[in-house]
């Protein structure tokens, strides 16, 4: 939240990406949003009550809201998915210092095990842990404030369900001083407005495309151009940002519907092919993040349902074309 680096992910799809796009891609974008649901808000905090006995319908519903935020993947080391899903330990750095995702298994001890359903509701929507303290903004808590309470309840349920994994957390370390203290809590008052959840998540048509994309994938992290304070500028909704300015320097493509710079000549086929596989209408396939994505680590966008995908190509479509050219 604090620079386009350090943000969430969203749905990435370029009309003309080339071998090179591609490689800028790779990896690192992951924290946007990648990164994931809940990033950096574990640790052996304060202990609550432990969870009733979880339904396998709740849990599963938590599993595919999971995968459609991205499938967390920020919370799993590469090729750890076996064995250490959701124990943290992937490495970011931003120009406020260096930070680690965070054990979000429910091990009691190093993980989020002790916290109670609301506690960890608290920092996926407010990014306080349960101690008070104050999460680092890789974790795009306003933007995830937009989730509807059911949905985040089942997030719950199904982070509770995965096998607990012991494994402390790495400090982070803060290069700026009095950044926590002063810096971040005045940029999160002046620059960092919350998305309003609704009362219930919508179920068709283009109310659930826009919460899909604005809330739970929370696309406009990575996809919406920033200003001179890194905030986003919501005036060039998902219009891309150049190479350098998007994630870890990486260029984001422009997902609006114009015609020449966007998607705008892409059918709602070719928009659902390409968030479920990564196949582009090209032929080419994309890599990096966006392959990391569809995959997920327990869940991603290949598992997202045909009526969901069809909802955020039409919300793409009904969205104002933006023209700003993106790469070569």
Excluded at 2 to 19: D, W, Y
Excluded at 29 to 36: D, E, F, H, N, Y
Excluded at 125 to 133: K, Q
Excluded at 285 to 304: C, F, H, P, R, T
Aim: with cysteine.
């Amino acid at each position: 939240m604090i620079g386009a680096s350090e943000l969430g992910l969203g749905v990435n799809m370029s009309s003309r990406p080339s071998a090179s796009t591609r490689r800028r891609l790779s990896g690192r974008r992951i924290l946007l949003g990648a990164l994931g649901v809940l990033a950096t808000f574990a640790g052996p905090d304060l202990a609550g009550a432990q969870p009733a006995t979880l339904s396998k319908e709740l849990i599963a519903r938590g599993k595919y809201v999971f995968g459609v935020a991205a499938g967390c993947g920020c919370h799993t080391e590469p090729k750890k998915v076996a064995t250490e899903l959701n124990a943290g330990g992937r490495k970011y750095e931003g120009p406020f210092g260096t930070v680690y995702s965070t054990n979000i298994t429910p091990d009691p001890e190093t993980g989020i095990g002790k916290w109670t359903d609301d506690q960890i509701i608290t920092a996926i929507r407010a990014g306080r842990r349960p101690n008070g303290e104050r999460l680092i903004p890789v974790h795009p808590y306003p933007t995830f404030n937009g989730m509807a309470e059911e949905d985040l309840r089942a997030v719950v349920a199904y982070l509770r369900s995965v096998p607990p994994v012991r494994r402390a957390n790495t400090p982070k370390k803060i290069a700026v001083p009095m950044f926590e203290s002063v810096f971040l809590p005045a940029w999160l008052a002046a620059f960092a407005p919350r998305e309003t959840p609704p009362a219930t998540a919508p179920t068709s048509g283009l109310a659930r495309g826009e919460y899909l994309v604005r809330a739970v994938g929370h696309c406009g992290e990575c996809h919406t151009p920033r200003g001179m304070t890194q905030a986003l500028d919501n005036s060039r909704f998902l219009a891309g940002n150049p190479k350098g300015k998007g994630p870890e320097g990486s260029e984001v493509p422009n997902i609006t519907p114009d015609m020449e710079t966007g998607i705008g000549k892409w059918t709602e086929e070719q928009i659902t092919t390409c968030i479920a596989s990564g196949n582009l209408p090209n032929g080419d396939v994309a890599g990096g993040l966006m392959g990391e994505v569809i995959q997920g680590s327990s869940a991603g966008y290949k598992d997202m349902t045909k009526a969901d995908l069809l909802a955020i190509a039409r919300y793409l479509k009904s969205i104002p074309a933006i023209k700003n050219k993106i790469g070569d």
